[in-house]
């Protein structure tokens, strides 16, 4: 799914939430293994390592995760109507793009 994503479309809005779970499955089996390991590390007696993992990690989800809800969500990127119905997302395209106004104009209706 990430990689059509990648190669087919940047919309973020339309094609995160059908990946969304997916990758929040493989981040909870991911997360889980990472969490043995570092059960494992701590047992064998190299709490030093698994601290410096589990910082890592933190920050390995805490960087991405920060960065979209600091930038990617915020009109800084762009028009993020994401929560918005159609005729309201509709409405501010045609205020904001003229040239979507444009092209709508020329278009048949239906």
Known sequence: MFL?????THRIDRCWLPMHPVICALSGIGAAELIERMRQLADAGRRGLA??????????????????????TTAIAGNNGYLLDE??????????TPSIAVLESGLPAG
């Open 51 to 72: 601290a410096v993992s589990t910082v890592g990690l933190t920050a390995l989800l805490f960087v991405p995760t920060a960065y979209n809800l600091a930038f990617v």
């Open 87 to 96: 005729t309201a997302a509709r409405r501010v395209a045609m205020q904001t």
């Open 4 to 8: 059509i994503w990648w190669r087919i």
